[in-house]
């Protein structure tokens, strides 16, 4: 079946430290993958995706590749802020018209002033 | 659009006793899950549903949990008796076909 897997945290870094969190993926076919944000006390929210191999998602400064011969989609930032402080959550939803989307574990990034 | 809407936010009960949470879901969409977040075992998709029917509830935990949506703008999900190990934050989320899910600020449920 389909499965996420998502480094194990917390993550703590000092601001404008460079950011990867990595992410690795099991699927049959071309999945379409996703990273997804959750602010403390929030529901998660759409931060980026990609939908076919080699497209690079990105958003307020993250990017991820969809890397089909490794299974990976590392979300990386270059700069990061006390604001990204949050739990990072790596998904994929299958190929095919299905809505449903399976979640790696969620890992938690500090960032220190 | 107002976002997904769940109630109530918080909700403190007693072993044994009912609990139902709600969900609007955003107007249009035709997908709505149900989800648990808990510490111990993060993120977890309970059900969910398409036009309003039911197609896959594998990960309801046991027939204490019930849903359902009699309508595309309202679902609930139901547990009964609840018991502390139900304690957690459980999210509503809809999305469009093959679009991106929109989830809803979340209902913390405490069981005493």
């Known amino acids: 079946g389909n499965s996420v897997t998502q480094m194990e945290g917390p993550v703590t870094l000092s601001e404008e430290a460079f950011l990867t969190i990595n992410c690795t993926y099991t699927a049959t076919g071309y999945p379409s993958l996703f990273w997804y944000v959750q602010y403390p006390g929030e529901g998660l929210q759409l931060l980026l995706k990609?939908?076919?191999?080699?497209d690079k998602g990105s958003n307020k400064g993250f990017e991820a590749t969809y890397r089909k011969e490794t299974t990976s989609f590392h979300l990386e930032k270059g700069s990061v802020q006390v604001s990204d402080s949050a739990v990072y959550f790596c998904a994929l939803r299958k190929a095919g018209a299905n809505s449903k989307l399976t979640f790696g574990k969620g890992i938690t990034l500090s960032v220190r002033p | 659009d107002a976002g997904v809407i769940q109630s109530p936010r918080h909700e403190v009960t007693e072993m044994g006793q009912e609990v139902t949470l709600r969900c609007k879901p955003i107007s249009g969409h035709d997908y709505l899950f149900w989800y648990r977040q808990t510490m111990m075992r993060g993120l977890e998709l309970l059900i969910y549903?398409?036009?309003?029917?039911?197609?896959?509830d594998s990960g309801m935990p046991e027939d204490r949990f019930s849903a359902k949506m009699p309508n595309a703008s309202f679902s609930t999900l139901k547990i009964q008796p609840s018991e502390p190990r139900d304690s957690a934050v459980y999210f509503c989320?809809?999305?469009?076909?093959?679009?991106?899910?929109?989830f809803g600020p979340g209902t913390r449920l405490t069981v005493l």
């Open positions: 989320a809809s999305s469009a076909t093959a679009g991106e899910q929109f």
């Open positions: 990609a939908t076919k191999a080699d």
């Open positions: 549903f398409n036009n309003n029917v039911p197609i896959d």
